[in-house]
Nanobody
Framework: VQLQASGGGLVQAGGSLRLSCAVS????????IGWFREAPGKEREAVAC????????YYPDFVKGRFTISSDKSKNSVYLQMDNLRPEDTAVYYC???????????????????WGHGTLVTVSS
């Protein structure tokens, strides 16, 4: 199982970035998959989760209306569109999945079983 995140970079506040996560070793037809982030000195937190079997998503309040998670099953990839970025969104972003659960809500409130390497997002003020 592999999850390969990419797309991070430096952006000004108010700007946008799109992260991509290419997965291998499983298909996006059952497990929950999502994006988490870890800022310096802070605990890792979920920012968006998706149930791949029914496309039900979950977002915490602090990203609602700004972040959008989506998937392309033909490419076995998941994306995170981040708009109206803020300096406090600066963090290393990780793609993660739980092969034993399909609930997006559960994934965002638990510790996933599978993690990819992170991609750094830096938002300047």
């Amino acid at each position: 199982v592999q999850l390969q995140a990419s797309g991070g970079g430096l952006v000004q506040a108010g700007g946008s970035l799109r992260l991509s996560c290419a997965v291998s070793g499983f298909t996006l037809d059952r497990p929950a998959i999502g994006w988490f982030r870890e800022a310096p000195g802070k605990e890792r937190e979920a920012v968006a989760c998706l149930s791949t079997n029914n496309d039900i998503w979950y977002y915490p309040d602090f990203v609602k209306g700004r972040f959008t998670i989506s998937s392309d099953k033909s490419k076995n990839s998941v994306y995170l569109q981040m708009d109206n970025l803020r300096p406090e969104d600066t963090a290393v972003y990780y793609c993660a999945a739980d092969l034993g659960h399909s609930s997006s809500y559960y994934l965002c409130h638990s510790r996933p079983s599978e993690w990819g390497h992170g991609t750094l997002v830096t938002v300047s003020s």
